[in-house]
C-alpha cells in the first residue's frame, strides 16, 4: 500500500520568502502529482514528475526516484499563492493517492 | 480551455435519501474518476471508470454506491441510502490515460442531515 506523506501541515511566510514543500512516498510510483487547493475547494494540477526537475512560472517541483522524496519550490511568494498543496502519487492503477496536504499562509 | 464541470454545486439532503451527482468530463477523455473529501481530512479515491466499466474501486465504494455513464457526456455518481458521513465534497475526474494529468471539476458539496 503506497503511503504518501507531506511536510509541513503548515506554513506561513513572508511575502517574498523562498518556500518548499516536501513530499515522501512508500512504493514504486509512475508519477508524482503536485495539485494546488483553492479556498473554494478546486484542485488544479500543477506539475506530473516522473523524474529530474520542472519549472513553471516561481513554481519548481523536483524529485529523486531513489529517495522516492520531491519537493515543491516557490520563489519569491506572493499573498496568491495562499493556499492548500498537495502531491499525489499515481502508479498505473489510473487513481491518485494524495498526500494530506499543506496549507501554505503567505503574508504581506 | 477545457474543463470539468459538476453538478449541482451543494446538495443538502436527507439520510436514507438517494442523490445523483453529476459530472461532464472533458470530451476526448477515456479514463473518469469520482474522488471524495470529508471536511478537514485528504482527498480519498473512491473508483475509476473506463471503457463503460469500473476499472478500480476503494473500499469507501460499497454497495450503497454506485457510477453510470448513461450517454456520451455525463457521468454520475449514485449514492442510493445516504449515511451521516456521506457528508464530504465529491470530485469528478478526467483523464486521456492512465498515467497522464488528471483534470478535477470544482466539486459537489454534499451535506447529509
Known amino acids: 500500500k503506497n503511503e504518501v506523506e507531506q511536510s509541513p501541515q503548515n506554513l506561513t511566510a513572508q511575502e517574498g520568502e523562498f518556500i518548499t514543500i516536501n513530499c515522501s512516498y512508500s512504493?514504486?510510483?509512475?508519477?508524482l502529482h503536485w495539485l494546488q487547493q483553492h479556498p473554494g475547494g478546486g484542485i488544479v494540477s500543477l506539475f506530473m514528475?516522473?523524474?529530474g526537475k520542472k519549472k513553471h512560472g516561481r513554481l519548481i517541483a523536483t524529485i529523486n526516484i531513489q529517495e522516492k522524496h520531491s519537493s515543491l519550490h516557490i520563489t519569491a511568494s506572493h499573498p496568491r499563492d495562499s493556499a492548500v498543496y498537495i502531491c499525489?502519487?499515481?502508479?498505473?492503477?489510473?487513481?491518485?493517492?494524495f498526500g494530506t496536504g499543506t496549507r501554505l499562509k503567505v503574508l504581506a | 480551455e477545457p474543463e470539468v464541470t459538476q453538478t449541482p454545486s451543494h446538495q443538502v439532503t436527507q439520510m436514507g435519501q438517494e442523490v445523483i451527482l453529476r459530472c461532464v468530463p472533458i470530451?476526448?477523455?477515456?479514463?473518469f474518476y469520482w474522488y471524495r473529501q470529508i471536511l478537514g481530512q485528504k482527498v480519498e479515491f473512491l473508483v475509476s471508470?473506463?471503457?463503460?466499466?469500473?476499472?478500480?474501486k476503494s473500499e469507501i465504494f460499497d454497495d450503497q454506491f454506485s457510477v453510470e455513464r448513461p450517454d456520451g457526456s455525463n457521468f454520475t455518481l449514485k449514492i442510493r441510502s445516504t449515511k451521516l458521513e456521506d457528508s464530504a465534497m465529491y470530485f469528478c475526474?478526467?483523464?486521456?490515460?492512465?498515467?497522464?494529468?488528471?483534470?478535477f471539476g470544482p466539486g459537489t458539496r454534499l451535506l447529509v442531515l
Open positions: 475526474a478526467s483523464s486521456e490515460g492512465t498515467v497522464g494529468t488528471q483534470y
Open positions: 512504493v514504486g510510483i509512475s508519477a
Open positions: 514528475l516522473s523524474s
Open positions: 499525489a502519487a499515481s502508479s498505473g492503477t489510473y487513481k491518485y493517492i
Open positions: 470530451s476526448n477523455h477515456l479514463y
Open positions: 471508470f473506463y471503457n463503460n466499466e469500473i476499472s478500480e
